[in-house]
């Protein structure tokens, strides 16, 4: 799919935005299944909130297995039916989660058991859809367009989870099982459609990268991942995925709590506050993508900046709400909220475009292993992080006896953590790599 008349190759942004469409579908089915579900679960079939949280929980902890998915579509020659096959997995157990709800009142240890196998198949799909998708984007899509690529595809991911929530929410009223069926049903069917859209035929130019010759011996798992770890830049990496994510997901589930608890916020107007801090999120995202469409590869010191950047934006930003629980009446709240969402996005594409440029790399063709890697590392984060950040205020909150002091000493943590996240990021590219393929690699993917 290359563009006549230039001399970049590799997909086109025609092609980018039709492999968005991946991430918009798995975005819509993920709204449903941990934003619907887990309140239809606490509402309407009157569970313990514990329940719907520990089963995203585990949908997390599955996607740990996701160098095993992209290890298998590096072995194979389309990377397409793994992100089929894990989209299909994904919207079938969507609808057994959405039955295992229903459930939950007559028979709940059915219901239970029958949530637990329905998380189980979401977490896989997720890992193989999403890992797979992502390795596909670092060896279709030219480096100079890496940035934009990660800003289109995760743009189009909220996209989805924006127009999922929005139509289920206005659908499901009045509330009643069946029309939950039928909507998730929807939903499920809708994002499996758009996949084999957005995967057709995207595989019948060549690969960026050198991709595995067919007659070449299938390298062992186990072998891939030491090759993989023996590498001090992909494994510095995976240590910063971790540590950010970590500090990124911590802060999602208490900005409205210290709303309400702090700043004695209604739910209208926290939400409003949410609703804030992801436009400043979209923002940074479209930031990263058009300037990385403008500089490209050829400055790729810029992806490496923009990490950092984001990351100590993103400290100050929770430094600024910790200063906030102390000068509530004349501090601006708002404009901090929005100023922690931009300094997220920007960390978080940047970092997306990092992946794919050094997902190339490695002493064999390892770009889905790699993605796994990574990929497990966020989603192991994001399993801790957002109980821990969670956790953390609560237990403060007991000892300290004051919200405002307890959210202070979470905001720090992050802080702190968001700091050694911008260091760990900034020494990456001085890393060398005993790799015979990155030659010049840094953060931003040089060298491809």
């Known amino acids: 799919m290359a563009q006549a008349g230039s001399q970049t190759t590799g997909l086109g942004w025609l092609g980018i935005v039709k492999l968005g469409l991946v991430q918009s579908a798995i975005g819509a089915v993920a709204a449903l299944t941990t934003s619907t579900l887990n309140r ?38 389309r990377r397409t039916p793994f992100i089929i096959g894990g989209m299909s997995a994904l919207a079938l157990g969507a609808i057994l989660a959405t039955d295992s709800v229903t459930m939950l009142h007559g028979s709940p240890v059915v219901g239970m058991l029958l949530g637990l196998l329905a998380y189980s198949m979401i977490g896989a799909g997720m890992g193989a859809a999403g890992t797979s998708l992502l390795a596909l984007l670092a060896t279709r899509v030219a480096p100079e367009r890496r940035p934009a690529a990660a800003s289109i ?69 186990n072998d891939v991942l030491r090759d993989i770890w023996s590498d001090p830049v992909a494994r510095n990496f995976t240590v910063f995925v971790f540590v950010s994510m970590l500090a990124y997901s911590a802060q999602e589930l208490i900005l409205e709590p210290f709303a309400g608890l702090v700043f004695a916020m209604t739910p209208g107007q926290s939400a409003q506050l949410s609703g804030l801090q992801h436009g400043g999120v979209l923002l940074g995202m479209v930031t990263v993508g058009v300037l990385g469409a403008r500089f490209g ?140 393929n990155t030659g010049q690699l840094t953060l931003g993917g040089a060298g491809q």
């Open 40 to 77: 239809v679960t606490i509402v309407e079939a009157g569970m313990p909130a514990m329940l719907p949280a520990a089963l995203v929980a585990w949908h997390y902890v599955v996607q740990l297995s996701r160098p095993h998915w992209g290890h298998g579509s590096d072995q194979g020659q």
């Open 297 to 436: 590869d050829r400055r790729s010191q810029w992806m490496r900046l923009w990490t950092v950047g984001g990351c100590l934006g993103s400290a100050v930003a929770l430094a600024g709400l910790g200063a906030a629980t102390a000068f509530k009446p004349v501090w601006p709240l708002a404009p901090t909220v929005f100023g922690l969402g931009f300094a997220n996005g920007v960390f978080a594409v940047s970092a997306i475009g990092s992946m794919m440029g050094l997902a190339g790399g490695g002493r064999s063709p390892s770009a889905g292993a790699r993605m796994g890697v990574w990929g497990a590392a966020q989603a192991g984060a994001f399993a801790i992080g957002g109980f821990l950040g969670a956790a953390g205020s609560d237990a403060l909150r007991k000892v300290l006896h004051d919200p405002a002091s307890a959210f202070l000493g979470v905001f720090a943590v992050e802080a702190l953590i968001f700091l050694a996240s911008a260091a760990l990021a900034a020494g990456i590219s001085k890393t060398p790599s005993p790799s015979t």
């Open 153 to 221: 595809t995760w743009v189009m991911m909220i996209l989805g989870i924006v127009l999922s929530a929005s139509i289920t929410g206005a659908l499901l009223t009045p509330f009643s099982a069946q029309r939950l069926a039928m909507i998730a049903s929807g939903v499920a069917g809708i994002a499996f459609l758009l996949t084999l859209l957005a995967v057709w035929r995207v595989e019948d130019g060549p690969e960026i990268t050198a991709p595995a010759q067919p007659d070449a011996p299938k390298a062992a798992f």
